[in-house]
């Protein structure tokens, strides 16, 4: 108590009672435009950002360039004898920025052993670019990298022996063999991020080939079809432990040595125009995709609305002509079906003999029919292994969830648990629902069963008191919301409640 008033006293902060490395420290994990101006704190801060080991600059900051360009060189004449922990660039107008001159800092700072760079770039790739350094390619001491719409040259050596962490963003490869070889060349790179751009001149056939590799994340961030283009993808990480594929345009995956405890969340589209699917479709792409994904143990199907519909009209379309390989080792599956999908879940179940947990989300697209769903096959799993079953069903439906729910229970031998969540309009259909719920009866008498209206929630927020429209909006809710949970309302309340299990909040200020 006695050293804080003596703080107090003095006209101290209280931190800068802190050593000066450790208040380095802290402002270290700050853009420097923020760190600067801790400066005016008081005396001890004048000159601690100086020796702060991170240069973290957002360019358009600056008024022109030349005021950045004499911030950065007095930034890092001060760290002249010492090494430089991260250095980021961010920029987004093309008129401001001297390509070549951050280039010349870039080598600058591979210099002063860096260990995190990034160079987040917002510049249109129609303007002549200069490229990343070469000098980059040997950064020993770098450990993470993060590049954004910048230009990768050809190089002929690679050494990067501490590099774990790459996220590489709607780049432009100089040639085919860069990206390759740059993936190969890192002996201990475990997560890579590589977001592509349709629109821009890329590498054609993608190889990742990397033995230390864990985490693959790919992304494609164009929607549409494009005809006659030939993307292809090849994967060769046996260590993957997280796989995520959002590719709508590539004609091909080949992922070899996938092991078994890999997680993978697939959303593809083999660059097929899925108003036009027919028997032309090119079946054995889809057939490689699955047979390398055969030994992962936890697959989730999903996406966008749009990719989601690509994906599984795909293996439905498949599914009519082929089989889809064993799964033996997929203990969980989660997948986001459309009602007029649902009719393939037999048949990707009877690929899964030792499915344990299974999530399925039930969406209708907005012009899908009504259409009566058979089932016309029990698979292997739902008499010897399943043991637990969600299902979700957004917006009111016409029963489809009901009919699933039905063939799941009167199946299901070894069911422990079953929840079912769905969206209902009104008390009246609810009771209706669930009056046919009740009738369904599990083989398993071990089955925990759950029915339950997916919660709904109302805020509003009245602009003064007593405003009579407002009131009346509450009083309707109140009285004609049967199912509501909670309601928040910026005034006190005195009304009649429909729902008994409704929370009023009210927020006086």
């Not at 490395?21 to 101006?37: G, I």
């Not at 439906?397 to 422990?416: F, H, M």
């Not at 049967?482 to 009304?495: G, N, T, Y």
């Amino acid at each position: 108590m006695s050293n804080q008033g003596a703080i107090k006293r003095s006209g101290g902060d209280g931190l800068s009672s802190f050593p000066d490395h450790l208040l380095s420290h802290m402002l270290s994990y700050l853009p420097t435009k923020t760190a600067v101006t801790t400066s005016t704190l008081s005396p001890t801060w004048i000159n601690l950002w100086h020796s702060t080991p991170v240069l973290d600059i957002e360019i358009d900051d600056f008024d022109d360039f030349d005021d950045l360009l004499s911030f950065t060189s007095r930034f890092l004449e001060f760290h002249k004898d010492s090494s430089l922990h991260k250095l980021k660039f961010s920029f987004e107008t093309e008129l401001r920025v001297s390509m070549c001159r951050i280039t010349a800092w870039l080598t600058d700072v591979v210099k002063r052993k860096i260990q995190h760079l990034e160079v987040m770039s917002g510049m249109d790739h129609k303007v002549d670019m200069a490229p990343m350094p070469i000098v980059l390619y040997l950064c020993e001491t770098l450990v993470s990298l993060r590049l954004h719409c910048v230009v990768l040259s050809y190089f002929q050596y690679v050494s990067l022996p501490n590099l774990k962490m790459m996220h590489l963003e709607e780049n432009i490869y100089m040639c085919e063999e860069t990206l390759e070889n740059l993936i190969s060349a890192c002996p201990v790179l475990e997560d890579l991020t590589l977001v592509r751009k349709r629109d821009y001149n890329d590498v054609e056939v993608l190889r990742v080939r990397s033995q230390s590799l864990k985490r693959f994340k790919l992304v494609v961030d164009r929607l549409d079809y494009i005809e006659g283009d030939v993307w292809k993808v090849i994967i060769d990480a046996p260590r993957l432990a997280y796989l995520r594929l959002a590719d709508p345009f590539s004609v091909s995956f080949v992922i070899s040595n996938l092991g078994s405890s890999a997680e993978v969340d697939i959303d593809v589209g083999f660059n097929v125009n899925i108003w036009k699917l027919d028997d032309s479709f090119e079946r054995s792409a889809v057939r490689k995709l699955l047979t390398g994904l055969s030994s992962v143990k936890d697959m989730a199907i999903s996406g966008t609305t749009l990719k989601i519909y690509m994906c599984l009209q795909i293996i439905s379309h498949y599914l009519k002509h082929e089989r889809m390989p064993q799964f033996q080792n997929m203990t969980w599956i989660q997948a986001e079906f459309y009602i007029s999908d649902l009719g393939m879940l037999p048949g990707v179940l009877e690929c899964c003999p030792n499915l344990i947990y299974l999530d399925v989300h039930i969406q209708k697209l907005y012009d899908e029919e009504n259409e009566e769903i058979i089932f016309s096959s029990v698979p292997r799993c739902l008499q010897t292994s399943l043991e637990a079953v969600e299902i979700v069903r957004y917006k009111h439906g016409d029963g489809a969830e009901r009919r699933l729910t039905k063939y799941l229970l009167e199946n299901s031998l070894v069911l422990k648990k079953f929840a079912l969540y769905f969206d209902c309009p009104n008390v009246e259909q609810e009771d209706i629902i669930y009056t046919e719920l009740e009738t369904f009866e599990a083989r398993s008498l071990a089955c925990e069963i759950e029915f339950r209206v997916l919660e709904k929630h109302v805020e509003m927020q009245t602009p003064a008191s007593g405003a009579e429209p407002e009131m009346k909006l509450v009083e309707y809710f109140l009285e004609n919301s049967a199912v509501l949970k909670s309601i928040i309302f910026m005034e006190p309340l005195r009304l009649k409640r429909c729902s008994a299990s409704c929370e009023v909040d009210v927020g006086l200020e």
